[in-house]
């Protein structure tokens, strides 16, 4: 069975710019999280999805940050414009509906500069 | 304060020491915990649940105390591939996992 594939694995963009990250989560599992780990802080929630509703976006850092998952498969997070601090490793999770593991896809490195 | 504070590590043992991970939440709503390994530069993955009547799985032990909001990770006889960073996780009923900063261990021959 596939796991939660992310893509891309790393971005290096400039500030301004916009990129787009794409989480598939595995197949058949309701919940969907975005989390970041900047470099030297813990990993920090972004926001959840339960299919394609948003159930807590508490975490966004802010309106440059849009997550959407239509359809309730795969989930994209945009940052636009990018701003250096957004660098970071994103990480995406997927877990079954009352299951509390979740499991993580190998997050996409990126680098703003 | 944090929701979830680990040890600030790292810790450097030698192979076949015994090495203790603590952690503290400060959320008396949270109901399920768990530790959470990470390797260099890879995604964590579940290394165990944590129950109140403590659990074990192999050199692993890992205990809850509700009471005083404290968790821990016993690791015994290390091995080289035990270095990693191992991350303390709360989950509240019907929110994401809150992930503490991780401890790294560095297990050397």
């Known amino acids: 069975e596939a796991g939660v594939t992310q893509f891309p694995s790393h971005s290096v963009i400039e500030k301004g710019q916009t990129v787009t990250l794409r989480c598939d989560p595995i197949s058949g599992h309701d919940n969907l999280y975005w989390y970041r780990r900047v470099m030297g802080k813990e990993i920090k929630f972004l926001l959840h999805f339960v299919k394609e509703s948003k159930q807590d976006e508490s975490g966004m850092p802010n309106n440059r940050f849009l997550a959407e998952r239509t359809g309730g498969t795969y989930s994209t997070l945009k940052v636009q414009p990018a701003e250096l601090e957004d660098s970071g490793v994103y990480f995406c999770?997927?877990?079954?509906?009352?299951?509390?593991?979740?499991?993580f896809g190998q997050g996409t490195r990126l680098t703003v500069v | 304060r944090k929701e979830v504070e680990q040890d600030p590590g790292p810790f450097n043992v030698p192979e076949g020491a015994t090495v203790a991970f603590n952690c503290t939440y400060s959320?008396?709503?949270?109901?399920?915990f768990f530790w959470y390994r990470q390797d260099c530069r890879k995604e964590p993955k579940l290394l165990m649940s944590?129950?109140?009547s403590g659990n074990e799985d192999g050199r692993f032990t890992a205990q809850l105390n509700r009471a005083s909001q404290y968790i821990s990770l016993l690791i015994r006889d290390s091995k080289l591939s035990d270095s990693a960073t191992y991350l303390c996780v709360a989950l509240q009923a019907g929110t994401a996992l809150i992930f503490g900063k991780g401890t790294t261990l560095s297990v050397s021959s």
């Open positions: 944590v129950y109140s």
């Open positions: 999770a997927s877990s079954q509906q009352g299951v509390a593991e979740a499991f």
């Open positions: 959320n008396s709503a949270s109901q399920s």
